[in-house]
Every structure is written in C-alpha cells, then in structure tokens.
C-alpha cells in the first residue's frame, strides 16, 4: 500500500515558481513510477508529468514542456514538481499519483487510467 501526501501549492502571479512535493510512505514507493495529475474546474483530469521509478525516464504534457520538471528522491520518499513561467491556464487541483499496475518496469506512464494511488490534492492559482 502507498499514501501520498502533496505539499506547496498556494497562489502565485503569472511568470512565478511553484514547488509541489510528494511524501509517500510504503515500501514498495521506491519501485512504482510516479507522476503529477491535474483538474481545472470544468474539466478532465490530465497526467501532467511522470517519473520512473529510477527517475531515467520522464514524462511532460506539451503545456508544461520547458517550464515543469519532476523529479524524485527515493531515499526521502519525497517527488517534486518544479513549476517555473507559471501561467493562469496552469490553475487547478495537483495531485500526487503513483502505479503498482507496472510492478518494477522503469516507464512513466502518461494515461490517468494507469494511476491507482492517489494523493488529496493541493491548490494552484496563477493569477494574471
């Protein structure tokens, strides 16, 4: 079993950084690939980002690309997202999500039905 804990969100203007963390606990955190989801209001949740669980292999939405970068420590079971050129479209709900569907391959998945951990979810607003 993981649990996932974001972290960092807040209100922030437009061309702003954001760090979002993830604190997961379980022992098997280590070997599951892990990722951020967003939802804005009125729409779909979306992968926004991913990591392997090795962290050799990512994953970026085309919105986020060049200004998102995820990372992962695996000795403090702690993921990030470093949210840089922040824009108001970037508003929504983030949350921390993580598979046990790949067991141990070293892929980030990019599909929200491949996700089945979920964290609560922290706040982002880009004002303009």
């Known amino acids: 079993q993981v649990q996932l804990e974001e972290s960092g969100g807040g209100l922030m203007q437009a061309g702003g950084s954001l760090r979002l963390s993830c604190a997961a606990s379980?022992?098997?955190?280590?070997?599951?690939?892990m990722g951020w989801s967003r939802q804005a209001p009125g729409k779909e949740r979306e992968i926004v980002a991913a990591i392997s669980w090795a962290g050799g292999h990512t994953y970026y939405r085309d919105s986020v690309k060049g200004r998102f970068t995820i990372s992962r420590d695996n000795a403090k079971n702690t993921m990030y997202l470093q949210m840089n050129s922040l824009k108001p479209e970037d508003t929504a709900v983030y949350y921390c999500?993580?598979?046990?569907?790949?067991?141990?391959?070293?892929?980030?998945?990019?599909?929200?039905?491949?996700?089945?951990?979920w964290g609560q979810g922290t706040q982002v607003t880009v004002s303009s």
């Open positions: 999500v993580s598979t046990s569907i790949y067991g141990e391959e070293d892929i980030a998945p990019r599909y929200i039905y491949e996700y089945d951990y």
């Open positions: 379980g022992r098997t955190f280590r070997r599951y690939p």
